[in-house]
């Protein structure tokens, strides 16, 4: 038995997905049942959900990316969520507010450094509201087959970084270990 098994024995499906240990149909009502206990923590798990579903619907292993992806291919993922707007699969602002959500995603992650800003809980719902918007989006264009056509610039530049960086670091584990100075013969 695994630890969710196990959690299930005793905690309802409800609060295990409000944590992100299951996936439920709808993730909106997790994130913001999460949301009434920590905007914070509902931004982080939502922004993770969004990264997750935009990658395998791009058709990318996730077993074969470095997480987070998104804030470094922002350009690209704003191309593909503007295509996604144009076919109304989200709503026309969307795109743009892509760059809000990851700024408050990193936020999110480094709140100690925003501790003493106030009156942002509004700017929190929004991207919320944003996330959302984007993951109910991703999942109808994923069932209407659109990313068979659209977001193909974006994965081959994430595999060819990926596919870059294990070459790199196949080659420094080759010329030896740099801790202890040993190298490889």
Request: glycine share 4%; with cysteine; net charge negative.
């Amino acid at each position: 038995m695994d630890l969710v098994e196990i959690l299930r024995l005793y905690i309802a499906d409800e609060a295990l997905a409000v944590v992100g240990l299951i996936e439920k149909d709808d993730e909106s009502v997790p994130l913001n049942e999460l949301f009434k206990i920590s905007p914070e923590s509902a931004i982080i798990q939502a922004y993770n959900i969004l990264e997750k579903k935009l990658l395998e619907s791009v058709g990318i292993d996730l077993s074969t990316v470095r997480y987070p992806v998104l804030s470094k291919y922002r350009k690209e993922i704003t191309e593909v969520l503007s295509e996604m707007a144009h076919e109304n699969f989200i709503d026309q602002e969307s795109p743009n507010k892509f760059y809000l959500l990851n700024k408050m995603r990193n936020r999110a992650a480094h709140s100690s450094h925003f501790q003493d800003e106030v009156n942002i809980v509004d700017d929190w719902q929004e991207c919320l509201n944003i996330a959302n918007n984007l993951i109910s989006g991703i999942d109808k264009a994923a069932k209407q087959n659109f990313f068979a056509n659209h977001g193909i610039k974006l994965k081959n530049l994430i595999l060819s970084d990926e596919s870059s960086l294990r070459l790199h670091s196949a080659e420094t584990t080759s010329k030896g270990n740099i801790s202890t100075g040993e190298i490889e013969t």
